[in-house]
T-cell receptor, first 111, second 114 residues
């Protein structure tokens, strides 16, 4: 099936540093998303992105978060500065219409 | 308050048995529903979508939606050990940009015993 690739698979970072999570969505998909999952619990929506713009973001999408997809390259989630509570698995997803396809996740540990 | 509630939290069934999952939404704007499955260490994968009242069958999987009660269920017949995973119900408001914002339940852990 369609594959969403995420890089890195895991990263350990010092609190206060910047981190960028990269996502290579399915090639013909138009909508892109980031979700956050803590300890195998439910997925929480962060943001969705279409046509170069943020469409909707949740309360979890703090001011320290930003997303972009410059010139059709990776869809990125940047956190600057990171905080301890940002430790989680971040899932990128993409869709053409209704069904989202998720990547394998990027496990972020902030120490 | 969680807008999507799932039950049970965990479920064990023998190989070849029937596994059943329940999901209820508290938001009447949620009209589209999905079931996702997540194996340990992987991302969630869409199993089925259901947007209309009634049953939808795909192989061993059957979903049922009752929009009046905002209840959706998933049944897996002839369960296999490879079905052991975390099952999430997800709901969406189909209006405008909210369509892609999935609201997930807390999940049901399924263990299929060989």
């Amino acid at each position: 099936g369609p594959k969403v690739l995420q890089i890195p698979s895991h990263q350990i970072i010092d609190m206060g540093q910047m981190v960028t999570l990269n996502c290579d969505p399915v090639s013909n998909h138009l909508y892109f998303y980031w979700y956050k999952q803590i300890l195998g619990q439910q997925m929480e929506f962060l943001v969705n992105f279409y046509n170069g713009k943020v469409m909707e973001k949740s309360k979890l999408f703090k001011d320290q978060f930003s997303v972009e997809r410059p010139d059709g390259s990776y869809f990125t989630l940047k956190i600057q500065p990171t905080a301890l509570e940002d430790s989680a698995v971040y899932f990128c997803a993409s869709s053409l219409q209704y069904t989202l396809y998720f990547g394998e996740g990027s496990r972020l540990i902030v120490v | 308050q969680q807008k999507v509630q799932q039950s049970p939290e965990s479920l064990s069934v023998p190989e070849g048995g029937m596994a059943s999952f329940n999901c209820t939404s508290s938001d009447r704007n949620f009209q589209y529903f999905w079931w996702y499955r997540q194996h340990s260490g992987e991302g969630p994968k869409a199993l089925m979508s259901i947007f209309s009242d009634g049953d939808k069958k795909e192989g061993r999987f059957t979903a049922h939606l009752n929009k009046a009660s905002l209840h959706v269920s998933l049944h897996i017949r002839d369960s296999q050990p490879s079905d052991s995973a975390l099952y999430f119900c997800a709901a969406s408001d189909p209006r405008g940009s909210a369509l892609g914002r999935l609201h997930f339940g807390a999940g049901t852990q399924l263990i299929v015993i060989p």
